[in-house]
Antibody
Framework: QLQLQESGPGLVKPSETLSLTCTVS??????????WGWLRQPPGKGLEWIGNIYYSGHTYYNSSLRSRVTVSVDTSKNQFSLRLSSMAAADTAVYYCARQVVRTRYFDFWGLGTLVTVSS | DIQMTQSPSSLSASVGDRLSITCRASQSIDDYLNWYQQKPGKAPRLLIY???NLGSGVPSRFSGSGSGTDFTLTVSNLQPEDFAIYYC?????????FGQGTRVE
């Protein structure tokens, strides 16, 4: 069974860069059928898509975050990562990694999520 | 960005009820509409993809319909484990935007 697990700091200072990694087990990131994506959910609020990456390295970003976001993939480790710069209080959220089906673009497997708090 | 509007924002229901949640897109999205269920402290779970296709392992009491701009998620014979927040998501345009959620309580 496919599993995704986010890892990274739970606390980030304002203006710093957040780095999160998603480790994929029970499947491979090298697949022509899937994107690998990041989403987030501020406490008590709705879901926001951040960006995706294909195993080839091709990326897609939410235009509202494009200037601050980098998503990368490490096929040798079966991982993909998120970097979000210039963190602010408004970036406090649960961050999820998820698998997205290429053809119809729904998210079929999700990680458990990790809460990232931005505070000095 | 394509805006997704769900209604109602919340609803009260009882075990055994049949309920419907609607989702409206700000432009036509064909059938690129997905539904997710989220319980407190958990990640969203895919229920319906491409408007009317049941996700893997999802009970048949869940169903979806619609195309274009108007979509409906129906839950028949509501079970105790169905009390949750439901989100629609369009995957027609980038970014793939979500509705604001409907809380079933």
């Amino acid at each position: 069974q496919l599993q995704l697990q986010e890892s990274g700091p739970g606390l980030v200072k304002p203006s710093e860069t957040l780095s999160l990694t998603c480790t994929v087990s029970g499947g491979s990131v090298i697949s022509s059928s899937y994107y690998w994506g990041w989403l987030r959910q501020p406490p008590g609020k709705g879901l926001e898509w951040i960006g995706n990456i294909y195993y080839s390295g091709h990326t897609y970003y939410n235009s509202s975050l494009r200037s601050r976001v980098t998503v990368s993939v490490d096929t040798s480790k079966n991982q993909f990562s998120l970097r979000l710069s210039s963190m602010a209080a408004a970036d406090t959220a649960v961050y999820y990694c998820a698998r997205q089906v290429v053809r119809t673009r729904y998210f079929d497997f999700w990680g458990l999520g990790t809460l990232v708090t931005v505070s000095s | 960005d394509i805006q997704m509007t769900q209604s109602p924002s919340s609803l009260s229901a009882s075990v055994g009820d049949r309920l419907s949640i609607t989702c409206r897109a700000s432009q036509s999205i064909d059938d690129y509409l997905n539904w997710y269920q989220q319980k407190p402290g958990k990640a969203p779970r895919l229920l319906i993809y491409s408007a009317s296709n049941l996700g893997s392992g999802v009970p048949s009491r869940f169903s979806g319909s619609g195309s274009g701009t108007d979509f409906t998620l129906t839950v028949s014979n509501l079970q105790p484990e169905d009390f949750a927040i439901y989100y629609c998501q369009q995957s027609y345009g980038t970014p793939g935007t979500f509705g604001q959620g409907t809380r079933v309580e």
